[in-house]
């Protein structure tokens, strides 16, 4: 009988976010006969949003990446993984120089953002200090096409050392998604409150709407006060719903009519992914990301290019199929399909 794939996926804490809840998703559903897996935290177990109880995990009670160097190089020399796949760029950074010492294991570094000339220019000295790190990883895994082109452009990374991966539906929801008879409209945005995820043109364009509507923000992050300010300054005080954490994200999903993102650029967005999955179209802009690999115009949501035709879908009285938005994406990021990918791919960079 041929040995478990020894395989360490680490991350730096295991708060709120997208990466964190994919990849401590995939270390929870990879083949148990086929892979032996070890989700290596740098932080602390009280950071925990997501439930690993099924997972052999180590944390490193460590405040920062930097910090925990020589702890993740004596857990890999312990372990001795043949794959160690880390996500977050400061993480990946740190795996990258790592990698020099373990020649014969490989480095995956899980992408999870949209680079852009602004981002590539700044601090020029610290990002070649950032982008020998990176380049000393054996693979990336993209979550979109968008996204492979990015790291290609700005870090000379040659696409086949480049692997594009999408995110999966975490929770395939069989409840049943009722039609809203009530006159006031239910939208929601899930996210981190920063600048890049656009809640302040949403506001704006809530502003101009002409029909009653409840607006649900969920998510925490250091542009809150200005997104309050905002409400306060917009007179939408009576009108927006704020939930800074919640487990139950899906229940507030499926209670809503759309799932509404502002954002300005997108690695390859859960939450949207997620309202699809429970039956919510969305109203997106088209911006760079995954954003497009996910929204089937007319079927799951719509894209739009700016505010009036953002304004424009939202006044529309369209009757939704839920079972037809749901379906668009399991089809394509279906928790099994998906990890089938990151099976595959594990063991045919073992095979070359």
Not at 314 to 339: A, M, T
């Amino acid at each position: 009988m041929e040995s478990k794939i020894k395989i360490i996926l680490a991350l730096p804490k295991l708060t709120a976010g997208g990466a964190e809840r994919v990849v401590s998703f995939v270390a929870q559903n990879l083949n148990k006969e086929k892979f032996d897996v070890t989700l290596l935290i740098v932080g602390s177990e009280k950071d925990n949003k997501y439930d690993v109880s099924n997972v052999k995990t180590i944390y490193l009670d460590k405040n920062r990446v930097r910090n925990a160097l020589f702890a993740i190089i004596k857990e890999i020399y312990k372990i001795k993984p043949q794959i160690v796949l880390s996500s977050i760029s400061d993480l990946n950074v740190v795996m990258g120089y790592i990698s020099m010492i373990f020649k014969s294991t490989k480095f995956i570094g899980r992408h999870t953002f949209i680079i852009s000339d602004k981002s590539s220019s700044i601090k020029k000295s610290n990002f070649n200090f950032r982008l020998f790190g990176l380049r000393k990883l054996d693979y990336f895994i993209c979550q979109s096409f968008e996204m492979q082109q990015s790291i290609v452009k700005h870090y000379d990374i040659k696409v086949d050392k480049l692997k594009i991966i999408n995110n999966p539906i975490t929770n395939i929801h069989n409840s049943q998604k009722n039609h809203n008879t009530s006159k006031i409209r239910k939208y929601i945005t899930v996210g981190r409150l920063i600048k890049l995820k656009g809640h302040i043109r949403l506001l704006n364009i809530l502003k101009r709407i002409n029909h009653p509507f409840v607006f649900t923000i969920i998510g925490s992050g250091n542009y809150k006060s200005e997104i309050f300010n905002e409400v306060n300054k917009l007179d939408l005080k009576n009108y927006v719903k704020y939930i800074e954490f919640t487990n139950d994200v899906d229940k507030y999903l499926i209670e809503n009519d759309f799932f509404l993102q502002g954002s300005y650029s997108e690695g390859f967005p859960n939450a949207l992914l997620e309202s699809c999955a429970v039956g919510t179209p969305v109203i997106a802009f088209d911006v760079p990301g995954g954003t497009k690999e996910i929204v089937d115009d007319g079927i799951n949501g719509y894209l739009v290019n700016n505010e009036d035709e953002f304004i424009e879908r939202l006044n529309e009285k369209k009757i939704w199929n839920h079972s037809d938005v749901k379906e668009s994406v399991e089809k394509k990021f279906g928790p099994k399909i998906i990890i089938k990918k990151y099976e595959d791919f594990f063991i045919d960079i073992l095979s070359k």
